[in-house]
């Protein structure tokens, strides 16, 4: 079984960046595609990024393709989550999430599809 914990979440200006962390445990971490989720206050989680099991493919929301960009270190059982020119809308709750199926090469964008979450981190960006 795979557990998760994020960090490296904050306080930001807009402008600004971050580096979003999730260190995962257990032995599946390696073969599973990984995902970034946000949840703002009164809105549903939604999809941010996502990264395949070998690192090779990765897919983003519209909101931060060019600004944001995820990767992989599987030697450290670790997904990063670079932030970049962060904007207020960018403020939410941050989950990692890995996906239930192994080897999957082109990552989903489906919520439904990721099993195993963890326990958030605050980013918060002021005007």
């Known amino acids: 079984q795979v557990q998760l914990v994020e960090s490296g979440g904050g306080l930001v200006q807009a402008g600004g960046s971050l580096r979003l962390s999730c260190a995962a445990s257990g032995r599946t971490f390696s073969s599973r595609a990984m995902g970034w989720f946000r949840q703002a206050p009164g809105k549903e989680r939604e999809f941010v990024a996502a990264?395949?099991?070998?690192?090779?493919?990765?897919t983003y929301a519209d909101s931060v393709k060019g600004r944001f960009t995820i990767s992989r270190d599987n030697a450290k059982n670790t997904v990063y989550l670079q932030m970049n020119s962060l904007k207020p809308e960018d403020t939410a709750v941050y989950y990692c999430?890995?996906?239930?199926?192994?080897?999957?090469?082109?990552?989903?964008?489906?919520?439904?599809?990721?099993?195993?979450w963890g326990q958030g981190t605050q980013v918060t960006v002021s005007s």
């Open positions: 990264i395949c099991w070998r690192g090779r493919s990765t």
């Open positions: 999430a890995a996906d239930f199926a192994l080897l999957r090469e082109v990552p989903s964008k489906r919520v439904d599809l990721y099993d195993l």
